[in-house]
């Protein structure tokens, strides 16, 4: 199967990776560049409680815990197929107790879908999920970029690296945040799930924090992405987005989680 994809408008590349899932690499868009790299870097799981009794206080946290979603993972094949209007590249993995479906859906009319289809069943109920996912979005090239948020009824721009949970808000579209192209005007908007219980970290991009292969460098240490995030400016840079969602288990599972991704602007 070739790893190069031209299809809906799309042509990009992939890649199956030891701990991040599917990873789309030198995505464009009607010829032009709109993704350097996006990938599914670790899934965490949290446990309320120890066992399958459900304890007094239920303060106990157990966990993160991390498997990676790669080749040791892997449940069959990779699948490319297209549907109506685009086309989807899905993989299943099955780590311990837990099952996924990872999905990257490219629409003819410049969506992208990077979903993860989350099924459990776990070890008991009272867990949650935080996928992460990692985007290099390079619109007509990694410079000249700048980042906002969806904020007191208007889009504002950030300055500087930072987290930002989704409050609620959002434009007419439900768009809570966009990496904007100065010279052309492009824009890659992101909205997020309903349920996702969403925030995004913006990072200036350097050499070196490209996707980890773990969700912390030392035991003890500040989790990625925030371990990245200081004061430096965005403007004019390369810019990198994390994506976490926060999914709580339940009866309706399974739940398919992250964000809806749009490309404006580049014709």
């Known amino acids: 199967m070739s790893n190069v994809i031209n299809e809906a408008n799309w042509k990009f590349h992939w890649r199956l990776t030891e701990s991040a899932g599917i990873m789309i690499f030198l995505a464009d868009f009607k010829g032009r560049r709109v993704l350097w790299e996006g990938s599914l870097p670790y899934v965490t799981v949290d446990h309320q409680h120890e066992t399958m009794e459900v304890a007094d206080d239920g303060a106990e946290t157990h966990g993160p815990w991390w498997v990676p979603l790669g080749t040791r993972t892997l449940q069959g094949p990779v699948r490319v197929q297209t549907f109506r209007g685009g086309v989807e590249l899905s993989a299943a993995f099955q780590a311990g107790p837990y099952q996924y479906t990872q999905l990257w859906r490219f629409h003819d009319d410049g969506r992208i879908c990077p979903w993860l289809t989350i099924y459990g069943p776990g070890i008991h109920d009272q867990h949650t999920y935080h996928p992460h996912w ?28 930072g987290w930002f949970p989704y409050s609620g808000e959002a434009d007419p579209h439900g768009n809570v945040w966009r990496q904007v192209d100065f010279d052309s005007g492009a824009a890659i908007n992101i909205r997020p799930h309903s349920w996702d219980d969403a ?7 350097h050499d070196g924090e490209w996707a980890p292969f773990s969700p912390r460098s030392a035991a003890g240490s500040s989790t990625f992405p925030a371990a990245y995030v200081g004061d430096e400016a965005l403007d004019g ?6 994506y976490v969602a926060h999914v709580h288990f339940d009866q309706s599972f399974p739940y398919t989680a992250g964000p809806w991704v749009k490309v404006e602007g580049l014709g």
């Open 237 to 242: 840079d390369d810019v990198t987005l994390w």
């Open 134 to 161: 990692r985007f290099d979005f390079d619109l007509d090239g990694a410079r000249d970029d700048g980042f906002e948020r969806f904020e007191d009824r208007r889009w504002q721009r950030v300055e500087t690296e």
């Open 199 to 205: 925030e995004l970290f913006a990072i200036r991009y």
